[in-house]
């Protein structure tokens, strides 16, 4: 029995190393062609995250598609490759060392995920990769180093306004649900303590982990406790199960959302037990705009894709043609990685889908804040 | 380069992983889903007294090994009560409680995880990937080492003993809760070791990285390396952390890779698990119980 | 207060109907494969999703429920006759059997993501209505539909179980297989039925736990554990008295703790119980075991 373990084991590793030997003289090992600039995209494609890293996929695809057809990352072609890190920070690790090393990434798109930006933000610095994240919210990111940058805006000013708003329109008493993930709980923190800075209160704040289904107890608590308002702080799939649950239970105070929301999946998910909740506008994404470059995305987007895109998508187009717009800048004359960072330190304001922003010193970016809401079965603008 | 090393690395600590469940379940028979837990425990006391704490490393380790003790050995107290299935779903469970708790206390992070600063140990960096891949080999070694001892030790005739006839070991004297207890102790020792290593070289823990992935893997590496031999883990380990990561280079339709992972991953492992019981290398294969009537 | 109690104990009683659902369907299946196996958390997690393929397709809700049922039944007979018979007679140990159906599971979901994406989707027409029953306790048509379904289904296996023949040759098999060929059962034939069966009930409780909330590829995951714990209580006997116990007690230590400290710590109490109940259990035949 050994020796055929042994036979097996060594087939295996022949099989593997032959595979590897192959991928090698085909070109797959070594970095890049002379001329070609990588780009690296780390994205949850499988796991608990997937649906969102599939979302972020299509939209690099497509935004990497268009670049290519009109020419506008600059001289130097760019190659995308994409790798999946499972939103799990040890596989994104891995994920970003082979692109690193195996594929020569000069810059590295990723990850949807806090907890696995917040990990591969050391290898950033200590190996000078800029990294860009689409879609991490942590605050912990903003001092994660000067290669780390992201075009999600921070919990803060999220969390802030949507406070600022409730009280101002006379709603003292709140309850809290939020999702027990960092965006879900920085964003229930923030918006907690600006309450009752304002003078309201916190009637009830309840965690929920992101894979619940089941609301109806806390709800039951909340019912009882007869507040002003319920926020809730989490993404769109768990906000739309709660808002219907919510309806059913006889609760109709006004609910108030996240800017994460804004996704045609929250629309079908919740019915008409969405209408008229709140939430903020802060990806600075509006799927309805009439502005002739969202309008050909979402176009653009439908026609390849059959699904309306929302700020997941919109979030990674625009990191997609940042580093476009950045490789131009530079890449005829020195294409690396310190280059790149230093044009996003002092970059013009970019017009993206997500509005108009620069960087600032920490790599974060400050987006303007509208508030929206859902009339008769669609996202509008609130009054 | 610094992608071979860092697969050297997980090669390293899994395979290290996979040698406790080695000593635990190839030779003590008692077959456990909890090692992520264990292997999370050491993980989060590492990152919490090099964190928080700013402890020295000398305390960190101690400490680590020390939690993986404690933490396998309250897994011991409750295998002593329960058989074989029972146990197996109650491991499963004990995970699941670990998970949730972690990510629900503050004190280390909770959903936020906890960053931990580099850590130099006499000039060395334990996040670099080479300084990672020589300590996490040696853990390695030492777990093969020690699993290898301990095959040939009287305690590890006795385990084997128990393992297979638990009525007849205590006839000849041989008491099992004391085998069992020693041989989860030594195996609870690796793992929190592996913590350890694990969180000073990627200095990040979060509750995504000891999820019921890990836990399966685990299991898994140690069957399909094959039980009852040191080398079994080894063999696990290096066809568990490298298939995955073989499946990046495997060119598949864009749409549907993560999908596609999923369903090779698991195909192969049911297939190879049921092809081959024995593991590739192992000498023993949990028999189906004496008493079991299942349709012929 | 009341109507707090009263409105939890709808939500307790929703969730034990879904889980009682799972268990009863996972011990079926235990008296053939005699293991515990992850297989049935393949029918948890297909079924749902082929009714959501249906409803697609036809529009039909109803439609797509019985469709996804009956496929359901076919697929258990099915498994069982290409699977299971060849894997009782192998003599694998439970671990393996387990090891490899949690490869399968993983495949399954692979299967699911692959086909249908990794966006949750929606498969019941109900919006927010609900019934409105006095001290102001509301039932969602979901809900519903959840403790109607559980409670015929639950007296239907009464019934069959303990009054008909088929009920009692099953019972037969789950106490000893041996004798029970020898008594010229035909046991493959009711194996095959207790496996189809057993997938119908597993399914019936994806689709109802489907309901009122979002399916992904990820969602059958828990809801099998905790299943896989009650029917550890009652396996060895078949007693799927104690199965619904143990059922009963997680649903409702889960609905009172998500009230008392939010959905995020009901996992982990619920975990406990579990523990607790294993290890109860276990204890507990141990003692009847030494008693003989």
Sequence with gaps: MKKRGWIILVGLGLLIAGGLWFASTRGWFSSRAPNELTVGVILPLSGDAASYGEKGRRAVEMARDLAAQSNSCGPVPLRVVFEDSAASPATGIAAFRKLRSSDGATVVIGDVVSAVTLALAPLAEEGHTVLLSPTSSAPAITNAGPYTFRIWPSDLAEGTAVAELATSRGLRRIAVMHMNNDYGTAIAGIFERTVRARRGEIVLSAAYNPDTTEFRSTLTRIRAARPDAIYIAGYFADTAVIVRQARALGIDVQLLGTTAIEDEGFLQSAGSAAEGIIYPLATGFDAASTDPAVVRFVTGFRQRFGATPGWVEAAHYDAFNLVCRATAAVAPNDPSSDAIRRYFEGMPPFQGLGGTFSFDRNGDVVKPIVFRTVRDGRFAALR | ?296 | MIESFAQLGIIAAASFSVYALASLGFLLIYIPAKFFNFTAAVPVLLTPYIAYAVIQRSGSFALGCLISLAAAGILGGFLYQVVFRRLGASGYSATIQLVATLGIYTAAVGVIGLIFGQQSVRIDPFESEAILLPLEIRVSFAQALSIGTAAAAILCFHVVWRRTEVGLRLRAMADDMILARILSIPVSRYAMFAFAAGFVLLGLAGVLGGFDSALRPTFAFPLVVVAMVAAAVGQGNARFAAALAASAVIAIAETAVAWYAGEAWARPVSLVCLIVILVWAGTQRRNSLRQV
């Design chain 2, 1 to 296: 380069m610094e992608y071979l090393l860092h697969l050297l690395v997980m090669f390293g600590i899994f395979g290290a992983l996979a040698s406790a469940a080695n000593i635990d379940a190839g030779y003590g028979g008692v077959l456990s889903f909890a090692y992520a837990a264990v292997f999370g425990a050491g993980a989060y006391v590492t990152a919490y007294l090099l964190g928080p704490q700013s402890a020295p490393v000398w305390l960190a380790l101690p400490a680590a090994v020390a939690v993986g003790i404690g933490a396998n050995l309250i897994v011991a107290a409750i295998a002593s009560r329960l058989a074989d299935g029972d146990f197996a779903v109650a491991t499963l469970a004990a995970h699941g409680l670990f998970a949730a708790v972690v990510a629900n206390t503050d004190l280390v992070g909770g959903p936020m995880g906890l960053q931990i600063p580099q850590v130099q140990v006499g000039g060395l960096s334990l996040s670099s990937p080479i300084v990672a891949a020589a300590i996490a080999l040696s853990l390695l070694t030492l777990s093969v080492a020690a699993a290898y001892k301990l095959q040939r030790s009287s305690l590890g005739r006795a385990l084997r003993v128990v393992r297979e006839d638990a009525v007849l070991a205590r006839s000849l004297g041989i008491d099992a809760s004391a085998c069992r207890v020693a041989a989860m102790a030594a195996s609870g020792a690796l793992v929190g070791a592996a913590g350890f290593v694990f969180a000073s070289y990627v200095q990040f823990v979060h509750p995504d990285s000891f999820t019921t992935r890990e836990a399966v893997l685990i299991v898994c590496m140690a069957i399909a390396g094959g039980l009852g031999t040191p080398w079994g883990a080894v063999a696990g380990a290096a066809l568990l952390v490298l298939l995955p990561e073989g499946l990046r280079w495997v060119g598949l339709p864009a749409a549907s890779e993560g999908a596609m992972r999923d369903i090779l991953y698991g195909s192969l492992l049911a297939a190879f698990v049921l092809l081959r019981p024995a593991g590739l290398f192992g000498c023993f294969v949990p028999a189906a119980k004496p008493h079991d009537t299942t349709v012929r």
